[in-house]
């Protein structure tokens, strides 16, 4: 499964895996940035679910 995880600002981190991507809507109530860290735990985390569907 084709997993990239990118910088989409200065510190704050997103994920496509596959043709699923991370919804990134900063301007949203509740939206919380994720670091490079988090971002690739949740990739690894989808990539493992779309896997076993």
């Not at 596959?18 to 971002?39: I, K, L, N, T």
Request: glycine fraction near 8%.
């Amino acid at each position: 499964m084709d997993i990239e995880v990118f910088e989409v600002e200065r510190g704050q981190w997103a994920y496509r895996v596959g043709g699923v991507y991370q919804e990134w809507h900063p301007d949203r109530a509740g939206f919380v940035p994720m670091s490079q860290a988090e971002a690739t735990a949740c990739a690894a985390v989808v990539a493992a679910r779309l896997a076993e569907a």
